[in-house]
């Protein structure tokens, strides 16, 4: 069974960075991408970044693109999202899902949409302090 752990998060000053990481297990094969999501207090979730393991394609937010970087360790099955510059408006639990690739023909497609993802982390909470 797949699960997936975050950590990383934590308090932070506006303007300072945190690298979160996403490691997976139970995962027997590579076609698949790994996202990060966020929940704020009384907001919908809302996808942040995403990763395609087969070609390494990466997809962002608009809010975060200029601000975040995406990798993966595929050997260690280990997901990264590197945050610089946060904002307060940064503040939310930050998830990481995976959703299997098999029949997509467009690694993109979907990719920041939750509904779309089969595997979901527990959350670790990241706060921005003014």
């Known amino acids: 069974e797949v699960q997936l752990v975050e950590s990383g998060g934590g308090l932070v000053q506006a303007g300072g960075s945190l690298r979160l990481t996403c490691a997976a297990s139970?995962?027997?094969?590579?076609?698949?991408?790994i996202a990060w999501f966020r929940q704020a207090p009384g907001k919908e979730r809302e996808g942040v970044s995403a990763i395609a393991v087969p070609d390494g394609s990466t997809f962002y937010a608009d809010s975060v693109k200029d601000r975040c970087t995406i990798s993966s360790d595929n050997p260690k099955n280990t997901m990264y999202l590197q945050m610089n510059s946060l904002k307060p408006e940064d503040t939310a639990v930050y998830y990481c899902?995976?959703?299997?690739?098999?029949?997509?023909?467009?690694?993109?497609?979907?990719?920041?949409?939750?509904?779309?993802?089969?595997?979901w982390g527990q959350g670790t909470q990241v706060t921005v302090a003014s």
């Open positions: 899902a995976l959703r299997w690739l098999i029949g997509y023909t467009d690694v993109g497609r979907g990719a920041l949409r939750e509904e779309t993802y089969d595997y």
């Open positions: 139970g995962v027997t094969f590579d076609d698949y991408s």
